[in-house]
């Protein structure tokens, strides 16, 4: 059973940044797509960024260019960088790991709440 334990939430201003953190109990990352997802009070949840195991990346288009998802693998730990932050990107963040091999399971982390508000 794989653990993903998110880190790095907070309360922050309109125009600042926080990085948040996904650490896996286990070396992961060579079969799985890590991901960063988010949900607002009445919202659906929806992915924010996503990398896969050979290190592409993709994007909300809410937040290309602001945030930037990265990973390292002696740490076993996702990154996502969030920079010009905004009222709407307050949810809470979730860390998900996504099988690319059939018969993996998938993960979630606690998640982490990020508010941005002045």
């Known amino acids: 059973q794989v653990q993903l334990v998110e880190s790095g939430g907070g309360l922050v201003q309109p125009g600042g940044s926080l990085r948040l953190s996904c650490a896996a109990s286990e070396s992961i990352f060579s079969i799985y797509t890590m991901g960063w997802y988010r949900q607002a009070p009445g919202k659906q949840r929806e992915l924010v960024a996503a990398i896969t195991s050979g290190g592409s990346t993709n994007y909300a288009d809410s937040v290309k260019g602001r945030f930037t998802i990265s990973r390292d693998n002696a740490k076993n730990t996702v990154y996502l960088q969030m920079n010009s932050l905004k009222p709407e990107d307050t949810a809470a963040y979730y860390c998900?790991?996504?099988?690319?091999?059939?018969?993996?399971?998938?993960?979630w982390g606690q998640g982490t709440q990020v508010t941005v508000s002045s």
């Open positions: 998900n790991a996504d099988p690319e091999v059939w018969g993996h399971a998938d993960y």
